[in-house]
């Protein structure tokens, strides 16, 4: 099994701003299951 409990990820894009492209993921994946994580436009991956 694989999980993962309040994952954030931040970029900053500026000298002092900074983007949440994750906040807060939390997620279970047990032996067997294909799990993928697909975005607004269509891209994604695979976990």
Do not use: Y
Request: hydrophobic letters at 45%; charged letters at 15%.
């Amino acid at each position: 099994m694989i999980c993962f409990d309040q994952v954030c990820k931040s970029f900053c894009v500026a000298r002092h701003t900074k983007v949440a492209a994750v906040k807060g993921l939390s997620l279970s994946v047990v032996l067997g299951e294909v799990f993928g994580c697909i975005g607004p436009n269509g891209a994604g991956k695979f976990l």
